[in-house]
């Protein structure tokens, strides 16, 4: 059996279709993966040991299971949304603590996650199934 198709109230041609907003949190979770497994790479080449290496492993990991994410994402498996907002709220906290104790440019970085969870909430907001009796 068919599941129902979802549809946006309203004009249907309006801002963003939820296919492309899947795939912007999917290139979001990307982009944050790709720049955790740059500092899990660089962590291991630290210099401390074991101890550097141990990070850069759950670094390497985490990034690894960001991948995943970002593929289930690009997939429109919806039931990872609550993961992929939570972990944008917990990168977004990150790069501001960083941006408030080194350099501003973290502050940039910042769109990344604030991109991963708008347009994860985005369809849950705006799009209604068809058998819903809102108006």
Known sequence: MDSPKLEVPGNSKGFL???SARQIVAIAVCVTALGLLGVGIASAFGGHGTFSVGI?????AYALFNLWLAFLAWRGRTWMSGIVITLGLV??????SLAADSHWSFALLSVVPICQVFFSIWP???????DSREP
């Open 17 to 19: 279709s939820l296919r």
């Open 56 to 60: 850069a492993l759950a670094l390497v």
């Open 91 to 96: 990168h977004l906290a990150a790069l501001i």
């Open 124 to 130: 849950s907001r705006f799009v209604r199934h068809p």
